[in-house]
């Protein structure tokens, strides 16, 4: 990833997630992955985790974009 995505996803992204209430399917399925995983493993799925979620933010703005450039020139 970027240095900027990497940022993004350090003070933005991750401590967002980190406020949302989880439900029991959630908490069930991140002690799953945390308690079964090695160390060097933990490190890899938090990479892959970083690298989704940056992404799937930049998607978000790239559709929002798209949308609002749709709806200009329907009016």
């Not at 967002?16 to 002690?31: E, K, V």
């Not at 945390?34 to 938090?46: F, G, L």
């Not at 970083?50 to 709806?71: D, K, M």
Request: glycine letters at 6%.
């Amino acid at each position: 990833m970027s240095d900027f995505l990497t940022f993004l996803y350090a003070h933005y992204i991750k401590p967002y997630l980190d406020t949302r209430p989880m439900d029991d399917g959630d908490i069930f399925r991140a002690s799953l992955c945390e308690n079964n995983q090695t160390e060097e493993t933990r490190k890899d799925v938090e990479a892959v985790v970083a690298f989704a979620a940056a992404h799937a933010f930049l998607l978000g703005l790239r559709t929002g974009a798209g949308l609002a450039e749709e709806g200009s020139r329907q009016t």
